[in-house]
């Protein structure tokens, strides 16, 4: 359970400044990543970024900044997509901003403004995850039941890295920091 975890030191995952840590998911691929203004900003659509390092149990907590009609998502461990969107979706459709993609609708309707800088806290400790949009819960403790599309691979029981899902559209990402799970 998430409360008898004991967290270990926060990780930044990005330094404001270069892509160190960061990799793109397909080499040879289009990319857009760069820096940008102290984010890491997704100019045009292309490859994912994946990180260096890669994750058991953990809580994220980043901002993101999505252009008018974008889309994009994050990725735990590589296998678990949390959407972002700025569309206006039902809290009971599980491609709405902040659903484990496909699989897990959020509770209730968190809008992630575009344009704008969202914040996204996520605890993930096994399968059970936990996701808060803006400050707001809108998972809370919930199994996610497998790998959502576009999985790095199915190795559920094995640390992985967060991917940020570049392929869509432009997006921005900042104040990105990892807590893991102390073993």
């Known amino acids: 359970p998430e ?4 967290w ?4 930044a995952l990005f330094d404001g400044r270069t892509l160190a840590g960061w990799r793109p998911r397909h ?11 102290g984010a890491l900003s997704n100019r045009f659509p292309g490859d994912d970024l994946v990180s260096l390092e890669s994750y058991g149990d953990f809580k994220l907590h980043l901002q993101f900044r999505l252009q008018p009609g ?4 994050v990725h735990l461990r590589g296998r678990y997509e949390v959407q972002l969107t700025d ?6 459709y599980a491609g709405s901003t902040g659903s484990i993609y496909g699989m897990i ?15 996204l806290d996520v605890t993930l400790v096994g399968r059970v995850v936990t996701v808060a949009l803006n400050g707001v819960r809108i998972i809370d403790r919930q199994a996610i039941p497998g790998i ?3 999985a790095l691979d199915a190795n559920e029981g094995r640390p992985g890295p967060i991917v ?19 073993r």
């Open 27 to 37: 080499e040879g691929s289009r990319y857009g990543w760069t820096v940008r203004d």
């Open 105 to 119: 609708a959020p509770a209730t309707v968190e809008r992630a403004e575009s344009d704008a800088w969202n914040t």
């Open 3 to 6: 409360r008898s975890v004991r």
């Open 70 to 73: 974008e889309d994009s998502g």
């Open 8 to 11: 270990g030191k926060p990780v």
């Open 148 to 150: 959502t599309g576009d």
């Open 164 to 182: 940020l899902q570049g392929y869509l559209g432009r997006v921005d990402y900042r104040d990105i920091v990892v807590t893991p799970a102390l």
């Open 87 to 92: 569309r206006e979706d039902p809290a009971a």
